[in-house]
Nanobody, 118 residues
Framework: QVQLVESGGGLVQPGGSLRLSCAAS????????MRWYRQAPGKGRELVAD????????NYADSVKGRFTISRDNAKNTVYLQMNSLKAEDTAVYYC???????????WGQGTQVTVSS
């Protein structure tokens, strides 16, 4: 059974940091790009960052560039999102995502809430 489980969300003050984790199971993790999305209240889901299967290349939304870092540990089947210099507008539910192709489709985690507030 393919599963993505996010953790690490919480309440943080502006300027603070959080590290999100996404533990994957049920597929060959090291073969797939991984992505982090977020959805703020009343808004659509936004791609935050992605990382290639071996971790050699990453991409970021302009809104998080220079503040967030995506990484992965293929030995632990886990992808991370290090979030620094957090702003109120980063408040959202953050989701881990993988596209397993035509046969198995796109898989989402349950999401983890990040709230940036003083």
């Amino acid at each position: 059974q393919v599963q993505l489980v996010e953790s690490g969300g919480g309440l943080v003050q502006p300027g603070g940091s959080l590290r999100l984790s996404c533990a994957a199971s049920g597929f060959t993790f090291s073969s797939y790009w991984m992505r982090w999305y977020r959805q703020a209240p009343g808004k659509g889901r936004e791609l935050v960052a992605d990382i290639t299967s071996a971790g050699g290349s990453t991409n970021y939304a302009d809104s998080v560039k220079g503040r967030f870092t995506i990484s992965r540990d293929n030995a632990k089947n886990t992808v991370y999102l290090q979030m620094n210099s957090l702003k109120a507008e980063d408040t959202a539910v953050y989701y881990c995502n993988v596209n397993l192709g035509r046969l198995y489709g796109t898989v989402w985690g349950q999401g983890t809430q990040v709230t940036v507030s003083s």
